[in-house]
């Protein structure tokens, strides 16, 4: 099977970023965003997801975190659609549950190459460190977007920011762990009933 790998840089006047995937990895990351809190969190992305990940990020953090995080999301999307290229061979769907200590999180996706971001996330705080906790769904908006996810976010209950916020980004790594995995059945075929993935239903 060839590689499934993505490459993109990112550069404009606000930020500059490099991000390479290989979706048949192990989970290894070497990710730096000058955003500790993100890292943490991409970090968990490529572990569960065993997702080999590198993410190099450079951004006007003295303004503050909006356009680095969002940006991070759009090129990390962007590689994961170029490493699954038609999606031929894909299981497609994926789901997970994810708990957390007092936090429980439902992560459910489609890489049906038709982005649409449903995020039902409350959080309790304004502000994770430094990081505001509203980027969260910048992140999950802009992955999903260029990453062409049909995705639902869901915190079903919980407490602690950082545990909600920990829980749905390791769902998504599950969720997406299964989705983009080969089906053995069907490895040479897109799954659709139209023969391609994206546009309309």
Known sequence: MTARIGRVERKTKETSIVVEINLDGTGAYDISTGIGFLDHMLEQLSRHSLIDMTVKAVGDLHIDFHHTTEDTGLALGE???KALGSRA???RYG???IPMDE???RVVL???NRPYLV???KLPVAKLGDMDTELFKEWFR???QTGGLTLHVENLYGENAHHIIESCFKGLARALRQAVEIDPRKADAVPSTKGVL???L
């Open 79 to 81: 590689a994961l659609t």
């Open 89 to 91: 061979g894909i299981v």
């Open 95 to 97: 789901d997970s549950m």
């Open 103 to 105: 936090t429980l999180t």
């Open 110 to 112: 489609d890489a049906s």
């Open 119 to 121: 995020y039902e996330v």
């Open 142 to 144: 802009a992955f999903a």
């Open 198 to 200: 994206g546009g309309s």
